[in-house]
C-alpha cells in the first residue's frame, strides 16, 4: 500500500471502518511482528504483543494525530507492549531456533568443533540480550536491528535524546562484556 492509500485507510479507519483497520494490519504486521520477536526472542510471545497492539492501536485511533508518521506510531506501541511483556515476566530471552538455518547445506557441513563454538556463540548470545533491561533491549533492538535513528528511538520510546542514547550505549556496553569470550582468536588447535 502506498503512502496515499494508506493515509486513506488510515482516514477511514479513524472513522471507524474495520475493513480499512485490516488494510493497515495487513501492511504493518509483519514488520511489527519483526520487531516484537527481535525485542523477545520468543515467537509466542511476539504473536501476543502483535495482537496487543493492534488491539491498543485499535482502540487509540481516536488518539492518533494525522500530522504524526502511523508507522511511528504503531511502533511506539509494540516497543511499549513489549516492554511491559518483559518487565511484568521478568522475560529471560529464549530463541527459538530458525527452521532454514538448520536446514542450510552449511549447517550440515559444520565440524562438531564448529558446531560446538557456534553453541557456545549462541549461548553467550542469549544470555547477553537477557541481562538487557527492558528498555535497554528495545533501543538496542529499534537501533542496530530495525536501523532506526536516535531520533526515531526517541519518538518511539517516549524518551528524550539523551536517554535514548545512554540506553543505546548502556545495552552495546553490556553486550560487549558479556560477548568478550567471542572475540577471541580460535585456532586450528584450541
Known sequence: MDAMN????????????????????????????????????NEQDAEDI???????????????????????????????????????????????????????????DQTPERLARSAEARRLVESALSDLSALERAAFTLRHHEGRSIEEVCRILDLGQSAAKHAVFRAVRKLRVTLAPLRLPHGPHS
Request: glycine residues 4%; aromatic residues 10%.
Open 6 to 41: 494508506q493515509t486513506a485507510a488510515l482516514g477511514r479507519a479513524v472513522q471507524g471502518d474495520d475493513d480499512a483497520f485490516a488494510m493497515l494490519v495487513q501492511q504493518h504486521s509483519r514488520r511489527v511482528f519483526q520487531l516484537a520477536f527481535r525485542m523477545t526472542r
Open 50 to 108: 502483535v495482537q496487543e497492539s493492534f488491539l491498543r492501536a485499535y482502540r487509540q485511533l481516536g488518539s492518533f494525530q494525522a500530522r504524526a508518521d502511523f508507522g511511528t506510531w504503531l511502533y511506539r506501541i509494540v516497543a511499549n507492549c513489549a516492554v511491559d511483556l518483559m518487565r511484568t515476566r521478568h522475560h529471560r530471552v529464549r530463541r527459538q531456533t530458525d527452521a532454514i538455518d538448520d536446514d542450510t547445506p552449511a549447517a550440515h
